[in-house]
């Protein structure tokens, strides 16, 4: 997808209203992304008595991030190098965060179920995991359809790794979103 057009796609603070981030959470984004879509939003919105936590495998995207979050003054934003594809791939304690983003890594995670189980250990019970990604249907931008996953296909896998369906929803036009509680 070329750089920018996420936000014509996903409102991030359409997003992080439902799943119900409020000042003073922790709110990790695993798969960040170059952009900080949704982790600079989710800064602003915890507010200095929250964190917000960029997770991402590429070491560049987090130095990306992290520039833009001094630019922009966000203090309570930290980044961290992780592998959410391994058990304890993410240095963070269990149940560290009240809201733990996954947007747009399912279609290119080569281990789902060792993705979510991760997303769901970091989060703290009753707290909330995201779950969105690419509709199947071929569009303008995004991967190519065969690559796509359902909500179907992942919600299993979710369920397996411990979280429960809160609500399905479509937050962009090309996009399925579920909302899980731990």
Known sequence: M????????????AV????????????ADLG?????????????????DGKAIAVDIVQSILAGVAGRARLEGFANLETIWG????????????????????VNN??????????LSEAARITKPGGKVVIIDWKTVATP??????SRLTADAIRPEAEKAGLKLL???EPGPY????????
């Open 32 to 48: 960040c992304g170059t952009t900080g879509h949704f982790i600079l939003p989710a800064a602003r919105m915890v507010g200095s």
């Open 175 to 182: 996009h399925w979103g579920m909302i899980f509680v731990k």
């Open 141 to 146: 931008l995004g991967p190519p359809a065969a």
């Open 83 to 102: 592998d959410c594809e391994r058990p304890g791939g993410i240095k963070l304690a269990d149940g560290a965060c009240d809201i733990t983003l996954v």
């Open 167 to 169: 609500e399905t929803w």
């Open 2 to 13: 070329p750089l920018g057009t996420t936000s014509v796609l996903l409102d991030p603070e």
């Open 106 to 115: 399912m279609y290119q995670a080569t281990n789902r179920g060792a993705f």
């Open 16 to 27: 992080l209203v439902r799943a119900g981030v409020r000042a003073g959470f922790t709110v």
